[in-house]
């Protein structure tokens, strides 16, 4: 028993290829390992570039992480060499494709964790097949759930009490019963699983429209605000897309520096978190929300899909943030059939970015909601200690020893 208690405890994350569901688990992964847990990250190689800068940081303090690399079945499924997670794609096709190679992957990645012998696995709830290998184990697996609170709480209640279904349109607003604080919603922006059976599955990167594209152009140089914009769209060309849906005044404020455009993927948090940025106009994914909110920055809120729409009852229940208007889910990652119109986007950055009183509450609330996280996340907070528990619960069914 002695000897057990000396043993390195290791643990294997296995995250969902997609960014969104990747890069928190991979943090979930660094914190591990800097309580003195050996980390092993599976995954692939282009998906490997996401995110080792940051383990590469971590084993410079001394963490150990290893970063297992599999390789995608890309030929197999008939996707481009490089095309390894949903927010790569291009097309539903090729959405399709990436979903299939993940299915292909499993076998590999069960190999490859009986090989490992970790003391405990952490994967993404769409993995569900590493309970059988922790089974075949007889070591735990943890399940890594990317939703909040707030999320589960409505789906309850709109379950239980069934709201939706007692009012006469799509856009009329109804209460949800049961809940402490007064959340309002319309059926247009339940997923389609609450109002009938679901479709199918959705994937994780809104594309907007060109008309939708120009709408937010002309919003932005009404309010004649510096911005930072990341224009994410099909398998055009950046330089073709701005030709498609750029306004000629809105090119000349780019090159006057009022403005930038940046076509793929930026370091986000890096950003929240530079003393120059005010505002951070959202879809309200989960990650995107809690990024924020650990910036204290203030967000323009317009949900798309999934729970997003949850996520910004969230932020409105906080007091950190404006909507612009958006009252459609959609089952699909191209946003064709809706445009939020220039005044709507305009009104609320103008409020948002303004003096007045009530921005200067929401900034406010902002910090105050910052300083929260913060605390919650140093030594001693209830972060902290929840990790650290968690920790010593694996360390006992691990190695025998008493939790005292």
């Known amino acids: 028993m002695a000897q057990k208690n000396c043993e390195e405890l290791h643990v294997v994350f296995v995250p969902y290829l997609t960014p969104s569901h990747m890069i928190p688990l991979v943090d979930t992964a660094r914190l591990f390992a800097s309580h003195g847990v050996k980390v092993s990250i599976i995954t692939t190689p ?43 794609t291009t097309s539903q096709e090729m959405a399709t494709g990436v979903f299939m190679g993940i299915a292909l992957l499993q076998k590999p990645m069960e190999d ?6 970790p003391h405990c696995v952490v994967s993404d709830l769409l993995l569900p097949w590493t309970v059988d290998v922790a089974e075949q184990l007889k070591i735990p697996r943890l399940t890594f759930y990317p939703n909040n609170v707030m999320f589960h709480c409505v789906e309850h209640c709109l379950k ?9 349109s ?20 339940l997923p389609d699983g609450v109002k009938s059976n679901p479709e199918g599955p959705y994937w994780d990167m809104g594309r907007f429209s060109d008309a939708q594209l120009t709408e937010i152009s002309l919003a932005l140089e009404a309010s004649n605000s510096s911005f930072l ?66 910036a204290g920055v203030p967000m323009l809120t317009w949900p798309l899909f999934a729970e997003q729409f949850y996520n910004e009852k969230l932020v409105e229940v ?17 946003i064709k059939d809706t445009i939020i119109k ?34 919650a996340m140093e030594k001693g907070g209830s972060s902290y200690n929840h990790l650290t528990s968690l920790i010593q619960e694996i360390k006992c069914h691990a190695f025998g020893i008493s939790k005292e």
């Open 342 to 375: 220039k005044e709507e986007i305009e009104a609320s950055l103008k409020m948002l970015m303004s003096t007045s009183t009530e921005s200067k509450k929401i900034r406010s609330r902002a910090k105050d909601i910052e300083a929260m996280v913060k605390r």
């Open 229 to 294: 914009w990341v224009v994410r769209k099909g398998d055009k060309t950046q330089e073709n897309e701005q030709e498609n849906w750029m306004p000629a005044s809105f090119k000349g404020k780019i090159l006057t520096n009022k403005g930038l455009i940046v076509g793929g993927w930026v370091p986000q948090l890096k950003i929240l978190n530079h003393p120059a940025t005010g505002a951070f106009m959202t879809h309200c994914g989960w990650n995107s929300t809690l990024e924020s909110l650990t």
């Open 170 to 189: 799509d856009s009329e607003s109804f209460l949800i019963p049961g809940l402490p604080d007064k959340i309002e919603m319309k059926r247009s922006q």
């Open 112 to 117: 490859l964790i009986v090989d490992l012998r």
């Open 318 to 334: 906080l007091g950190c943030g404006v909507g612009v208007g958006a009252e459609v889910w959609h089952v699909t990652f191209d």
């Open 46 to 88: 282009y998906n490997a570039l996401l995110f080792e800068s940051s383990i590469d940081h971590a084993a410079d303090l001394g963490h150990k992480i290893f970063v297992h690399k599999l390789k995608f079945p890309s030929a197999e499924v008939g996707v481009p060499e490089g095309i390894e997670n949903f927010s790569a």
């Open 160 to 168: 239980l009490y069934t709201p939706h279904e007692k009012v006469s």
